[in-house]
């Protein structure tokens, strides 16, 4: 059987379509074949606050005051930072340098594309 879809919620092999979607005979959850082909095709890109895709080597702005250990001052909102490194494996998935403050790492979801 080549044409096995697993369920992608319990990894479970006894499928079976109904009408245009995908049941799973284990759990019971359905879901659609387009749309998770669609959300896997996504899955190694990374997003703005804005949903905008970043690359390597963009410049981002901070859209929030971000607190910084060990530093007396926060990065400010509206501070630019140049030439971002991204890292997909990770939770601050953004590498930069911020004047002032050198080397950090940063969540995606706290910048916007500049």
């Excluded at 499928?15 to 245009?20: L, Q, V």
């Excluded at 190694?44 to 005051?65: F, H, R």
Aim: glycine share 8%.
């Amino acid at each position: 059987m080549s044409d096995t879809v697993l369920c992608p919620k319990c990894s479970s092999e006894f499928t079976y379509p109904t009408d245009n979607m995908m049941t799973c005979s284990q759990c019971f959850y359905e879901w659609s074949p387009e749309e998770t082909a669609a959300e896997t095709a996504g899955e190694g890109k990374i997003l703005d606050s804005n949903g905008n895709e970043l690359q390597d080597g963009d410049s981002v702005v901070v859209i929030k005051d971000l607190p910084v250990k060990g530093a007396p001052k926060p990065v400010k909102a509206g501070t630019k930072v140049k030439n971002i490194r991204l890292r997909p494996d990770s939770d601050h998935n953004i590498d930069c340098k911020i004047d002032g403050f050198g080397s950090m790492a940063l969540k995606s979801e706290f910048v916007k594309k500049a």
